[in-house]
């Protein structure tokens, strides 16, 4: 008798597994359906026609030309140039933007009042489209905007073009600070969610204990936001990586080209401009690849970023 009591159990039991299964997939089934549609669809796609010579306006079926593509991309100047500006762009920003927004974070967290209003300051530029923003800081650089009155103002040099707009590295400096403004509010926020989620008796024994505030941020903050920290870090990378319409809409007013001409500009001018969408496409293969391989570094150096507390 007890034997089949034991089997009835183990029955429902397998009855219930089957029916959560079978209602986890349905939930599941619409969001593989998406991720098939508008990811691994364009990717699958994307490297088949890095493979091919392909007019983009032509009605001709793609001519299937192997690695030739690549081959040419990597003994191309331009795209060396390319990768140059990607990476000094990416890099620049990418530091400014994590170690900046964890500072704003710590700091608007000290505070004991106005945090509400201080968060919404800083999170405001990034409710903006990148059009938008680089429209507003396109009439700041102009020689006549605020960015050469202020630069004047404090270094006394009335009436001094510092060439915002043209100088290559005035010109790098730009679109840095473009997308440091429009994004230093959204990784704040992040950072003052990861630092609030923090018990606030692990603070009040270290203050017990006489250490200070920035032993208190060092040794306890800081460990503990490694996995927000880590988040942050991989957003940050891949959102530099993709810049482009700051850089699209400063050459499109007039700026030369060759100092901001990142990846994804690259890319917009190979495929619409000249037509080449199997060139466009390996140079968009490169960039994920690029992408894939930054992340799985810092996910890779970052395995101890599971940290509990009580």
């Not at 030739?68 to 140039?81: E, G, I, M, P, R």
């Not at 630069?151 to 840095?176: E, Q, V, Y």
């Amino acid at each position: 008798m007890s034997e089949m009591i034991t089997l009835n159990k183990k029955q429902k039991h397998w009855s219930m597994e089957r029916k959560k299964a079978r209602w986890g997939w349905i939930f599941v089934t619409p969001t593989l359906l998406f991720f098939m549609l508008f990811s691994l669809y364009p990717i699958t796609n994307a490297f088949y026609m890095s493979l091919t010579k392909k007019d983009l306006l032509s009605l001709k079926p793609p001519e299937f030309i192997g690695l030739k593509n690549y081959t040419y991309l990597f003994q191309s100047a331009d795209f060396w140039n390319s990768m140059k500006a990607t990476a000094l762009f990416s890099l620049g920003t990418f530091s400014l933007l994590l170690v900046f927004s964890l500072l704003l974070a710590a700091l608007i967290i000290s505070r004991k009042r106005l945090q509400t209003l201080l968060q919404m300051i800083f999170y405001s530029p990034a409710l903006l489209s990148s059009i938008v923003a680089a429209l507003i800081w396109l009439l700041i650089f102009d020689p006549r905007g605020l960015a050469n009155q202020g630069l004047n103002f404090i270094c006394h040099t009335p009436g001094i073009d510092h060439k915002w707009l043209a100088a290559t590295n005035m010109l790098r400096l730009s679109t840095t600070i473009v997308y440091f403004w429009k994004y230093i509010g959204y990784f704040t926020i992040i950072f003052v969610a990861g630092i609030g989620s923090i018990p606030r008796s692990l603070h009040e024994s270290a203050e017990i204990d006489g250490a200070s505030r920035w032993q208190d941020f060092w040794h306890i903050t800081f460990p503990l936001i490694k996995p927000t920290t880590l988040l942050v870090s991989v957003m940050a990378m891949i959102q530099c990586l993709k810049t482009f319409s700051t850089q699209y809409l400063f050459t499109g007013a007039g700026s030369p080209t060759k100092p901001i001409n990142v990846i994804t500009l690259n890319i917009y001018k190979t495929a619409l401009r000249d037509h080449r969408i199997g060139r466009a496409s390996a140079m968009s293969m490169i960039l994920f690849l690029i992408m894939l391989v930054l992340t799985w570094i810092q996910f890779k150096a970052s395995k101890s970023e599971n940290v509990t507390y009580m």
